[in-house]
């Protein structure tokens, strides 16, 4: 299953990692943002430790429980660990009610913006009542606690609401992304045996109205359930659609149900607050268990402690919510304590690329959390489109998904936040709930490239083939071995393939003792600062030597004029695998020779001449799924001069051939 690459006789990685330490600097929190960061002093990390696991009611203390639990960890029936047993509480009352008791009624929750310009605003107020009436509706329609609902809708309001709706009668939901295929959709509806389907005509993309009920109904086809459907209309005249016989109004069920009041179930703590399907090695997608109590406790303590959200804020995680990153970072953190949380529904690049800066203008943004490949984008873009707006409300800039090459942190910290603002690198998974592998942004030094040392409470280390903590420098694989409240309690109705892939590498089921195996690789230096490599099955392996594709292209885009890099192990005759570049160029910079050259040597200069790309392709683009993540099995495919896999989930397919076509040709 896992590509090991530390096969050597020592069982010691080999990666060479000095070049990439050399080019660190540390930065230190500002201390404008320290005075005034919900969490500052140093001694948390002491405190969680010495008082592990009750420290943990730190985070349960955010929320409001209808009854109190009884036991923080319950680790009896371990890898299956429970968190805040006996505890009830409900996630909409959370998110809602409370804080409109408190007095936030006309706080705005919800900030939302379409592509073409429109704006919404939900306050707390309009939020509850709106949710109040589809939770009636929901509840009209058949739908009962324990019922799987799935939301297949894109960054539209209604989504939150409709998973604020489901958490309100107790009926976990399972969020499809609006870019996944009909066929995905009915897999995952399928595999949760789910009755109900939330979706809309469509949305915008680029300015084109996109028919997305065309899409849902085709999935639906493949469901064996008879499936009760409810559709948002966004589009309006745009897009004329019909009700089918099962199929409901969003707009007329929620006017029909208008002022209906929902009393918020009580949840058991360990009850499933919803689902989220992941992919993993095999083909089969993953139902990804999160529960009520624990994941709720979780993402509004990291949205505390790590994005430092305040209820005054307008605070922007610029994800989609069909990833776990907008359910933890814009759904459920941010509105359990209480803030505004922002929506953008389009492409950053519309209609112009400064539209992200703009939205951040307009709309006094405090935090804005997005992912690297996004950054390298507006890098690639240039400086002129945030130096025309005023981004002095930013206090905090955050990053996730992917590991992020020192020099766009760089950039991101001087284009973006003004040189005053801290970043958090922030490492975590669809399984782990919220984050995991962070600096706090108020009391560690910032290391661009590393995400930094494990969050308080959290056991994270890095270790060799055989469990063993390795030293400082060396490249070895992440464990956690500690659980955590908001860690994933079992795969959806395959407890077996829970344990197969996450508890079977490093745990001693014998000596009872559990260690959750990410499946990444990481190194980790003298301060206790964790930089992840990347996937080990993104590792390769040439002459024996095991090179992290993650380090080469961090080499890569160190050189100036590039923009992003992709780096695969493609098959060699004498090697085994020889490492293949796929590279894009900045706006200004042109393919040559010398850029070829400049490559190579950064990659010899950095990591040693065993990494000396075979190849390097100029690309104007790579091919990326629809979530934005670089599918390396079609370039491994094209360096590899196998047939090409399946492109059928990719976003740009055609750009599968540009770039086969140009190995053939011998460009
Ligand atoms: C994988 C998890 C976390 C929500 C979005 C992705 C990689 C994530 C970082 C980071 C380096 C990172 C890991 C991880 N990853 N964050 N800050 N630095 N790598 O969730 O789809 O479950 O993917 O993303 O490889 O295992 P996901």
């Known amino acids: 299953m896992v590509a090991v690459f530390m096969s050597d006789d020592t069982g010691e990685p080999e990666v060479e990692l000095e070049a990439r330490l050399e080019e660190r600097e540390t930065f230190e929190p500002p201390e404008s943002f320290v005075e005034q ?6 001694d948390v990390y002491e405190e969680f430790e010495e008082n592990w696991p009750d420290c943990w009611e730190r985070a349960a203390d955010l929320l409001s429980w209808d009854e109190a639990y009884d036991t923080v960890l319950e680790d009896g029936d371990a890898p299956f660990y429970e968190w805040f047993t006996g505890g009830e509480l409900n996630a909409s009352y959370n998110c809602l009610d409370r804080h409109v008791e408190e007095g936030a009624k006309n706080r705005a929750a919800i900030k939302w913006e379409g592509e073409l310009g429109e704006t919404r605003t939900y306050t707390y107020g309009d939020l509850l009542n709106e949710v109040e009436a589809f939770a009636a509706a929901l509840r009209d329609l058949g739908v009962e606690e324990d019922d799987v609902v799935t939301l297949y809708m894109p960054m539209i309001p209604e989504l939150p609401i409709a998973m604020l709706a489901c958490a309100r009668i107790g009926a976990p939901h399972s969020v499809v992304f609006a870019g996944f295929s009909a066929d995905a959709l009915a897999t995952r509806m399928n595999s949760a045996d789910s009755e109900y389907l939330v979706t809309c005509d469509g949305y915008y993309r680029r300015g084109d109205a996109l028919n997305h009920k065309e899409k849902a109904d085709k999935g639906l086809r ?3 359930n008879d499936v009760q459907t409810v559709v948002v209309d966004r589009l309006g005249d745009e897009l004329t659609h019909f009700l089918g016989a099962d199929a409901h109004d969003y707009g007329e069920l929620v006017a029909d149900h208008e002022g209906a009041s929902v009393e918020p179930v009580s949840r058991d703590a360990e009850d499933m607050l919803f689902l989220m399907y992941t992919s993993g090695t095999t083909g089969e997608p993953k139902g990804v268990k999160h529960t009520t109590g624990g994941y709720l406790a979780y993402t509004a303590w990291t949205s505390h402690a790590v994005l430092d959200v305040k209820p005054e804020d307008t605070y922007w995680c610029a994800a989609d919510i069909g990833w776990i990153t907008g359910h933890s970072y814009i759904v459920y953190g941010p509105l359990a304590l209480g803030t505004t949380t922002m929506m953008y529904e389009g492409t ?7 539209r992200l800066w703009d939205l951040i203008e ?5 935090t804005f959390y997005t992912a690297p490949t996004a950054i390298r984008s507006f890098m690639k873009w240039g400086t002129e489109y945030p130096e025309r707006h005023d981004l002095s409300s930013l206090r905090l800039l955050g990053t996730v998904g992917e590991p992020i090459n020192p020099r766009a942190w760089k950039w991101y910290y001087k284009h973006i ?15 782990t709930g919220g984050m995991m592998i962070t600096t706090l942004p108020a009391i560690n030094e910032m290391k661009p490239g590393s995400a930094g040392p494990p969050l308080p409470g959290i056991d994270a280390r890095v270790v060799d083939a055989a469990g063993e903590e390795i030293s400082a420098g060396e490249a070895g694989y992440l464990t956690v071995n500690d659980p955590w409240p908001g860690m994933l309690r079992t795969l959806y109705r395959n407890d077996e393939r829970f344990i197969e892939e996450y508890w079977q590498e490093y745990s001693d089921p014998d000596a009872d003792e559990w260690v959750y195996f990410p499946e990444d690789g990481a190194t980790v230096d003298e301060d206790g600062y964790v930089t992840v490599l990347g996937r080990v099955d993104d590792v390769i392996n040439v002459s024996g030597h095991r090179l992290g594709t993650m380090e080469i292209e961090s080499a890569i885009v160190g050189v100036p004029g590039v923009a992003e ?30 850029m070829r050259e400049r490559i190579v040597a950064a990659v010899e200069d950095d990591i040693g001449p065993i990494a000396r790309p075979e190849e390097v392709l100029f690309t104007p683009e790579l091919p990326k799924t629809r979530s934005g993540k670089i599918m390396r099995r079609l370039l491994e495919d094209i360096a590899s001069g196998d047939e090409l896999g399946d492109t059928s989930t990719l976003r740009n397919p055609e750009i599968v051939d540009e770039i086969a076509d140009q190995v053939d040709s011998g460009a």
Not at 362 to 366: Q, T
Request: hydrophobic share 30%; net charge negative.
């Open 565 to 594: 890099a992709a780096v695969v192990g493609g098959d060699h005759e004498i090697k085994g695998e020889a490492v293949y570049t796929y590279v894009i160029l900045e706006d200004d910079a042109e393919p040559s020779e010398d």
């Open 362 to 366: 307009r709309n006094r943004v405090d």
């Open 417 to 431: 936040g003004g040189e005053e603002c801290p970043i958090v690198d922030t490492w975590w998974q669809t399984e």
């Open 348 to 354: 950053p690049d519309y209609p112009e690329k400064d």
């Open 222 to 224: 493949g469901v064996e």
């Open 37 to 42: 960061a919900n969490v500052s002093d140093p």
